[in-house]
């Protein structure tokens, strides 16, 4: 089993559970494939750096899924039948993995962001108080 | 008579090169090896593109030539998702 990761564009005319609905019967083909997910995330309305069929908004999925070369095509197939998807592109991200470990991983890697930005804002207010204390010597 | 080649000039041009203030430049992605440049973020691919839209070379992202072809490689795959343009005058519409 290979892992890839699939991002589609979709019209922004639709809705949220429009997205939703489609990241379900992603799944859905992956599953009947013999795949998995490991993870499916809805990046959101995003503004596209040139316009597709004359659109210039459009919502971002990205949904990482371990299945072989025959996944890949259905689901490829399926998009380009859809026109409701702006634009799509498949990366292979590894030949074997481990699925388990790849979302342990995954988990990781989010708490690792999450902490890197706590460790940003708890270094905010720190720089204004040596700021405030230079203004003190000043004086 | 024939001119011989200026070798002074040469010469200081050298000099100058030993004397600047040397700076020693690491690639970010080999200093930070859990970073990975993200193709569908903005913000983080629009750091190795030109106001043109180009793919900036080494001299100016700083990165070594590993990583440079990942850089390439995911400017590459953002343009497609149009993520950012192929080219500036793409965006005027």
Do not use: W
Not at chain 1, 132 to 139: R, Y
Not at chain 2, 28 to 57: H, M, N, T, W
Not at chain 2, 60 to 71: E, L, V
């Amino acid at each position: 089993m290979r892992e890839y990761e699939t991002v589609y564009v979709l019209d922004p005319a639709l809705t949220d559970a429009d997205v939703s609905h489609s990241q379900d019967k992603v799944a859905e083909l992956i599953g009947r494939h013999g795949g998995s997910i490991i993870r499916s995330q809805n990046l959101g309305k995003k503004t596209l750096a040139y316009r597709i069929k004359k659109q210039s908004k459009g919502y971002y999925v990205a949904i990482d899924y371990c299945g072989d070369n025959t996944t890949v095509s259905d689901i490829e197939r399926m998009f380009k039948l859809d026109e409701r998807v702006l634009r799509y592109l498949t990366t292979k991200l590894s030949e074997e993995i481990d699925i388990e470990a790849r979302k342990q991983e995954l988990v990781e890697e989010a708490e690792r962001l999450a902490a890197a930005i706590a460790q940003k804002a708890a270094a905010h207010p720190r720089v204004e108080e040596v700021g405030e204390s230079m203004e003190v010597k000043h004086a | 008579m024939p001119r011989r080649p200026n070798r002074e000039k040469e010469k200081t041009k050298k000099g100058f090169a030993k004397f600047a203030p040397q700076r020693k430049r690491t690639c970010r992605f080999c200093a930070d090896k859990l970073l990975r440049l993200d193709y569908k973020s903005p913000q983080q691919v629009g750091l190795y593109i030109s106001e043109r839209g180009k793919i900036l070379p080494r001299r100016f992202t700083g990165a070594c030539s590993k990583h440079q072809r990942d850089i390439t490689l995911a400017v590459k795959k953002a343009r497609i998702l149009a993520v950012v343009p192929f080219s500036a005058t793409q965006t005027r519409f």
